[in-house]
């Protein structure tokens, strides 16, 4: 069974960082091209980023590019997403999500989310 | 930048016939996702690649294209299916997702 567990959300004051974690299990995780995704409280959805197999190519919205890197780690079957300089506006839930075609920005399996909330 | 526009909401009594559009310049070329997300849960996928349904997904939701619009059918809805449900697709590059705003379906 394919799961995507996010953790690292919490709460930071405007201009913090944090880093977000993905676990993924049941499948081979290494073969998989990953996104972020996330959702503002009440809004709808926003891509963020995605990265490649192996981590050599990566890809972010407008809105975040030059302060949200992600990365990956397939010893450990792992996704990243590094936040630097957070805003107000970066609050929300965040997903890690598993790429259905391999190089697309479409999604087949998605964890449950991790909160992150940005206020002083 | 680039945009898909859906209504804001459908409202369908049980047994009926749902329709959600959603519309946008780039459709033509890049094929539409569809995913529902129900009050504090996840998104699933519900149809990709504008009309294919994945395992596991009933029957009554089929998609369909027509130019720059899509339409997400959900025949004989039933109160199980009142949720969220988002159109995506790519932007012309193909490198960055792009989500609609989301249609709330309400079964009355």
């Known amino acids: 069974e394919v799961q995507l567990v996010e953790s690292g959300g919490g709460l930071v004051q405007p201009g913090g960082s944090l880093r977000l974690s993905c676990a993924a299990s049941g499948f081979t995780f290494s073969s998989y091209w990953m996104h972020w995704v996330r959702q503002a409280p009440g809004k709808g959805l926003v891509w963020v980023s995605r990265i490649n197999s192996d981590g050599s190519s990566t890809s972010y919205a407008d809105s975040v590019k030059g302060r949200f890197t992600i990365s990956r780690d397939n010893a450990k079957n792992t996704l990243y997403l590094q936040m630097n300089s957070l805003r107000a506006e970066d609050t929300a839930v965040y997903y890690c999500?598993?790429?259905?075609?391999?190089?697309?920005?479409?999604?087949?399996?998605w964890g449950q989310g991790t909160l992150v909330t940005v206020s002083s | 930048s680039y945009e898909l526009t859906q209504p804001p909401s459908v409202s369908v009594s049980p047994g009926q016939t749902a329709r959600i559009t959603c519309s946008g310049d780039?459709?033509?070329?890049?094929?539409a996702y569809w995913y529902q997300q129900k009050p504090g849960q996840a998104p699933v996928l519900v149809i990709y690649?504008?009309?294919e349904r994945p395992s596991g997904i009933p029957e009554r939701f089929s998609g369909s294209s027509s130019g720059t619009t899509v339409t997400l059918t959900i025949s004989g809805v039933q109160a199980e299916d009142e949720a969220d449900y988002y159109c995506q697709s790519a932007d012309s590059s193909g490198t960055h997702g792009v989500f609609g705003g989301g249609t709330k379906l309400t079964v009355l």
């Open positions: 999500a598993r790429d259905l075609e391999g190089g697309s920005t479409h999604f087949d399996y």
């Open positions: 780039a459709l033509p070329k890049q094929y």
């Open positions: 690649k504008d009309s």
